[in-house]
């Protein structure tokens, strides 16, 4: 989106880079995910084991491929996805590659004691101060559709089993060419999760994935049965966003194409990597639902214009904008205000604070040119009676 | 014996708004009688208001400086404002620290201040806390006569 730079746009960029770094897993928890599913990888891949000769592979997908984790709102543990891709040709039903995934995992006496059945994974519980828990998704390469495209075992019962196609690979590929992201990807045996992006370097899209998740969360945490999914919200997101540099932009610009495909009447969404896959089947069987989003949907837009509008006001200050925000994005806009203060409290500790003359605004950093029209903020300490 | 250097020394309001109308053009500067009377609008950062301010001082007293507009408001659930005499003034300096004399000018000590102060202001109201330090007031006793 082409529009005139506001100077107030700026510093809100930073308070929503702070409250989208403070969602995402941290560098701990990535490094933990990493150890986990490699050690996974090894016990599956072991010789000797009944999967050797399948060369199982392991990727993470989803979010944590995507860097768009958000921790969830009522628990404190993150869902972490990953793929175990078994080199099969087919001929096996869902239920035994399911079942040939958890038999191995089971031999294990530690996983034993932490694996728990799900319909389309192995969860693997761990300890509570790891903070998250990981999916084992068994899967095989999809012959039929070749390329990234892969077969899910889903089991809704021990008895009952069907085929689920899927392409993760397919779609973290298309979700970076959207931000246009230039990353190789090595092929390895062992793909490394991707390196956690620090907040500054993160692509503005994904930090906006992040908030559009975060008020997700937040505005539906009443009635979750409602809630978009979150490739529903990545999907549009993706789709809108336009190279806005900054997530404040982006936001901007994907929260307008979100309100007008609302509009649009439009209820099926298909998965950009596998176009045989709706992905917005939760819309089609269930209006309230479809509704739900595209009522909160404008008033996210709406409110999002207020913030703005605010941000810019010259008679609003930063706690109006902040009571705005917390709104959308509950409390993590609390630490991302006091983070965004720390660059003003370092200046000032360190004698390097300044005020411009005619604006009367604070400058943390100066540069040649403006050193003529400042003046130092002296040590002082503030009083009361 | 002539001094190369004079001794610096309390500065008159004359010479005070001499400076204040060099330094800060945007402010309207004049002297009252014994009192210079300076206002002007201050936004500590861009996302914040653009406080119109006044300061009033006369020599030998504390500087006086009153936010006009937009109104400073209490946060919800307080009954107070941070560092404020009686609820009016700023409070921007602990006068027993030296931190503040009749030497310095009023634009280049007392206002960087204030925009400080408005700045922690603003953050007050964004997060409950006064995250600018200082000293914690101590309550009043009411005076008697």
Known sequence: ?385 | MANKYPRKGILGVREQAARMRCSFSAFRTRVKGAWLISVGRVQPSTLSAAYKIEIRYKVGERPEVRVLEPRLTCREGEDRIPHMYDQECLCLYFPPANEWSGERSLGHSILPWVSLWLYYYELWHATGEWLGGGHEPVPRKPLRN
């Open chain 1, 1 to 385: 989106m082409i529009g005139t730079r506001f100077p107030a746009d700026e510093e809100l960029t930073l308070i929503l880079e702070f409250v989208a770094a403070s969602l995402q897993i941290t560098q701990t928890q990535h490094d933990r995910a990493d150890t986990a599913y490699n050690s996974v990888t090894s016990w599956l891949g072991a010789e000797g084991s009944p999967l050797e000769g399948y060369d199982p592979l392991l990727f993470p997908q989803g979010s944590l491929r995507l860097g768009t984790t958000v921790k969830p709102l009522k628990k404190t543990e993150f869902d972490l996805d990953v793929v175990c891709l078994l080199r099969m040709n087919g001929g096996a039903t869902p239920g035994e590659v399911y079942e040939l995934v958890w038999d191995r995992m089971w031999s294990h006496k530690t996983y034993r004691s932490i694996m728990e059945r799900m319909p389309r994974c192995i969860r693997l519980n761990y300890a509570e101060d790891s903070q998250f828990h990981l999916d084992i998704v068994p899967a095989i390469p999809d012959i039929s559709k070749g390329g990234t495209f892969i077969r899910i075992p889903e089991r809704p019962s021990p008895k009952l089993s069907t085929w689920r196609t899927s392409n993760p690979k397919g779609y973290a590929f298309w979700f970076e060419r959207q931000m246009v992201y230039l990353e190789k990807y090595a092929r390895a045996q062992v793909e490394p999760l991707p390196v956690q992006d620090s907040s500054a370097k993160k692509p503005a899209l994904s930090k906006a994935v992040q908030l559009i998740k975060r008020w997700r969360d937040v505005w539906f945490k009443d009635d979750m049965h409602l809630a978009p999914s979150s490739i529903i919200l990545t999907t549009l997101a993706a789709e809108q966003y336009n190279g806005e540099a900054t997530c404040c932009d982006a936001l901007t610009n994907i929260l307008e194409g979100m309100v007008v495909f609302a509009r649009s009447n439009r209820r099926d969404l298909y998965n950009p990597a596998n176009r045989a896959e709706l992905i917005s089947e939760k819309w089609v069987k269930d209006e309230a639902a479809y509704r739900a989003f595209c009522d909160r949907i404008v008033e996210f837009r709406d409110k999002w214009q207020k913030v703005l509008d605010t941000a810019r006001s010259p008679i609003r200050g930063i706690g109006d904008v902040a009571k705005l925000l917390y709104e959308l994005f509950g409390e993590p806009v609390v630490g991302a205000i006091k983070k965004a203060e720390e660059r003003v409290a370092k200046s000032r500790d360190s004698g390097n604070l300044y005020m411009e003359r005619t604006s009367g605004s604070l400058i943390t950093s100066l540069s040649a040119p403006t050193v003529s029209s400042v003046s130092k903020v002296r040590p002082n300490t503030f009083y009361g009676e």
